[in-house]
């Protein structure tokens, strides 16, 4: 039973360290690195929402939303760096139009609306939220690589404390009808390693002040949470069990991020109004 239990542990630790490893040294090197991480991972996680959109007989604009969502990415980066001026946001509306004038020439497609819907959908899900972090990457137009490295330790804490505790204590399903093996043992398991992560950053990073990263540590707490059973529902209505395969032990890039893509736009709120 508790081969079974451990069976991806060895490829979920490799990928996990190289990937964490790779993403920390990009992060502290330069915003330069930042950027070309984050832009590959928008990428992928684009290219997993739509093949998936796909298996569920979908029709959305794959190329159209990818490009959209990789513009959207960049010019928030080079808005935030001040590099451009903020009026460049406004160039995202004329894409979204340019979404119904496409449809307009696509023959024989039987729910038009529907494939529009999902294509900004997977824009919305995947992609702003990862422009709004470069929000608070930069501070008056200069790189700050603490808030964002702050945050993904405290997410992978969350994760990494929920998996360990779940695996061995978890008997109380937290929502059994989306996603069975998540037990609220593994929630508090996840909750209080993070806040350990969470007060750590509060000491080495000085950008914040202390309430605030313990703020930040329960936004990604309960937001991670949320963005982990959000992405749940999407496999599950798709009878699928990983949203891809590029990262052994993890699943896909869907899978390994969606922490992030409920909690990213209430941290950079909580960061630009409090």
């Given amino acids: 039973m508790a081969d079974k239990k451990f069976s991806n542990l060895l490829p979920r630790l490799a990928t996990g360290l190289l990937g964490a490893f790779a993403i920390i040294l990009g992060i502290v090197l330069s915003e330069w690195f930042y950027f070309a991480i984050f832009f590959i991972i928008v990428l992928f996680s684009l290219l997993e929402f739509y093949k998936l959109s796909g298996i569920d007989g979908l029709v959305p604009q794959k190329t159209f939303g990818i490009v959209s969502g990789l513009i959207i990415f960049s010019l928030s980066f080079f808005i935030a760096r001040g590099t451009l001026p903020s009026k460049y946001f406004f160039l995202f509306f004329p894409l979204v139009c340019i979404m119904f004038i496409i449809k307009l020439y696509k023959r024989l497609e039987r729910k038009p609306f529907t494939n529009i819907a999902f294509t900004v959908l997977g824009i919305f899900y995947t992609a702003v939220p990862f422009a709004l972090l470069n929000m608070a990457v930069f501070e008056a137009h200069r790189y700050n690589y603490e808030i964002i490295l702050g945050c993904l330790l405290i997410l992978w804490a969350t994760d990494t404390g929920a998996y360990f505790a779940g695996t061995f204590f978890g008997k109380r399903k937290l929502f059994e009808r989306i996603s069975p093996k998540k037990s609220w043992e593994g929630f508090v398991g996840g909750a209080i390693l993070a806040m350990v992560f969470a007060y750590g950053s509060s000491v080495y990073f000085t950008?914040?002040?202390?309430?605030?990263?313990?703020?930040?540590?329960?936004?990604?707490?309960?937001?991670?949470?949320?963005?982990?059973?959000?992405?749940?529902?999407?496999?599950?209505?798709?009878?699928?069990?990983?949203?891809?395969?590029?990262?052994?032990?993890?699943?896909?890039?869907?899978?390994?991020?969606?922490?992030?893509?409920?909690?990213?736009?209430?941290?950079?709120?909580?960061?630009?109004?409090?």
């Fill in 207 to 274: 950008s914040l002040a202390p309430w605030q990263w313990l703020c930040i540590g329960w936004i990604i707490i309960v937001g991670g949470t949320y963005g982990d059973l959000v992405e749940s529902l999407l496999k599950r209505s798709i009878s699928i069990k990983d949203s891809g395969d590029s990262l052994p032990g993890h699943g896909g890039f869907l899978d390994r991020f969606d922490g992030l893509f409920i909690s990213a736009p209430f941290i950079v709120a909580f960061l630009e109004i409090v």
